[in-house]
């Protein structure tokens, strides 16, 4: 098993829409999830991070993180051609931060 | 000025060549690592560095080596690469090595090895 894994996509919605992204990771004792957003050539850049179970909100991101389950979520609300990127889930493993290969989205106008 | 800068942007190289790769943050972050990235694959750990000191290696063969002079400042020395060493190589900083640290990317130097 995976230590974090992602489905590869890609994910297409058509502008406007909700776009839900998903990560499950294994180890129980992860305690720091983060969500990167990485355009094509670019370098991973931070999007959102969360710590407690529930959601939190930044604008058009909801990060929602469910530690009993295993699993962190991003929602992206109002999608926008300008969304689409490859996006890469973080889970730390103690001090270590391990990546998913990441969820490809691609935001149709 | 962005918080993390690689140079050089991109490098091609021959397999018996020497070659460094150069970091700077200019956050005041105490931890800094270097991350490969290749196509398909997770982003792997190479190196991480704290005030200075390397504190993990993950198992990276001695073709590559890093050097941290200062908290500022990280090098990734190349020499008698492969093909296959040919990614993306990600230099990233964060506060310190707590695990609720967010870590910052530089926009990485694309690497081929010919």
């Known amino acids: 098993q995976k230590e974090v894994e992602q489905n590869s996509g890609p994910l297409s919605v058509p502008e406007g829409a909700i776009a839900s992204l998903n990560c499950t990771y294994s180890?129980?004792?992860?305690?720091?999830f983060f969500w990167y957003r990485q355009y094509s050539g670019k370098s991973p850049e931070l999007i959102m991070f969360?710590?407690?179970?529930g959601d939190k909100e930044d604008g058009r991101f909801t990060a929602q993180l469910n530690k009993a389950s295993q699993y962190v979520s991003l929602l992206i609300r109002d999608s926008q051609p300008s969304d689409s990127a490859t996006y890469l889930c973080a889970v730390n493993r103690g001090q270590k931060l391990v990546f998913g290969t990441g969820t490809r989205l691609l935001v149709s106008p | 000025e962005t918080g993390v800068t690689q140079t050089p942007r991109h490098l091609v190289m021959g397999m018996t060549n020497k070659k460094s790769l150069k970091c700077e943050q200019h956050?005041?972050?105490?931890?800094m690592y270097w991350y490969k990235q290749s196509a398909k694959k997770p982003l792997e750990l190479m190196f991480v560095y704290s005030l200075e000191e390397r504190v993990e290696n993950n198992s990276v063969p001695s073709r590559f080596s890093p050097e941290c002079p200062n908290s500022s400042h990280l090098f990734l020395h190349l020499h008698t690469l492969q093909p296959e060493d040919s990614a993306l190589y990600l230099c990233?900083?964060?506060?310190?090595?707590?695990?609720?640290?967010?870590?910052?990317f530089g926009e990485g130097s694309w690497l081929t090895v010919v």
């Open positions: 956050l005041g972050h105490n931890a």
């Open positions: 180890d129980r004792g992860s305690q720091s």
């Open positions: 969360i710590y407690s179970n």
């Open positions: 990233a900083s964060s506060l310190d090595r707590s695990s609720g640290n967010t870590i910052y």
